[in-house]
């Protein structure tokens, strides 16, 4: 078996303290994969699919393999309940919760908003599983003081992703989801001082801020239809997201 020196690549790319260097490669299979420039080398990841290219019991995640499980553990039993993840199985889960991390921060970088949306989405995917289903307590409220930081980075991809397809108003909305979803958590936590404290939701209130400047007057008016189509049509995600953006359209601009 031979080994490749990665001196001279190393050399290529220098490592800068002070920030995140992302790239994308094409790879010798004509796969897209990233890297991430890190202190001591170069971090390589898969761009499609679970980030380190493992396929866990044949699925594209663990975080499939486990729903699954729970899709047939509810036709079994008609409900949810029941259904128990062991400590090894939510340790497992938080590990692959720190590959999507990884991947999400170097998709920020790139500026791929819809890609870190899907793997924010995912990250709290693996953090509502383990919350709802660990059989140990410890392991249940392990991912709680992370979860901020992902709720903040799904708004803020959601939000760009937005912007991007020209929807300043749905923008809003979901910078607005995103504030009031971190406050909760913090609440049910029984961190409410937290709340003044949170960089997450400074981040997300300077967007909200910057962003209303962006909405024309005439969005109001619009949103309020979609929002009573979406009522009527009992369509309450829909709904709900609606009236977080109609709550920042009508608030006055500083």
């Known amino acids: 078996m031979s080994y490749v020196d990665l001196h001279q690549a190393l050399r290529d790319w220098p490592y ?17 994969r990233i890297q991430m420039r890190v202190e001591l080398g170069i971090l390589q990841m898969e761009a499609e699919g679970r980030p380190d290219a493992v396929r866990p019991h044949g699925c594209d995640s663990l975080l499939t393999h ?28 938080r590990v692959e919760a720190s590959l999507y991390y990884r991947r999400y921060v170097a998709l920020f970088v790139l500026e791929e908003s819809a890609a870190v949306a899907a793997d924010t989405s995912h990250s709290l995917g693996i953090f509502d599983l383990c919350r709802d289903h660990a059989l140990e307590e410890a392991d249940r409220a392990a991912l709680d003081e992370f979860r901020p930081y992902v709720l903040m980075m799904d708004a803020r991809a959601r939000a760009y992703n937005a912007l991007e397809e020209g ?37 997300l209130r300077a967007m909200a801020r910057e962003f209303s400047q962006r909405v024309p007057p005439s969005s109001v008016l619009v949103t309020r ?22 709550k920042h359209l009508k608030k006055p601009k500083a």
């Open 66 to 93: 486990h729903r699954k499980r729970l899709g047939k553990h509810e036709q079994r039993n008609g409900t949810p309940l029941g259904y128990g993840l062991s400590g090894d199985e939510c340790r497992a889960l």
């Open 225 to 246: 239809k979609a929002l009573r189509d979406a009522v009527q049509q009992e369509r309450f995600e829909d709904a709900a997201r609606l009236r977080d953006a109609l």
């Open 16 to 32: 800068e303290p002070e920030k995140i260097s992302v790239r994308k490669i094409l790879g010798g299979d004509g796969a897209v």
């Open 167 to 203: 929807a300043p108003g749905s923008a809003l909305a979901h910078i607005n989801r995103g504030i009031v979803a971190i406050k909760a958590h913090l609440e049910t936590l029984g961190t409410p001082a937290a709340i003044d404290a949170s960089e997450e939701l400074r981040i």
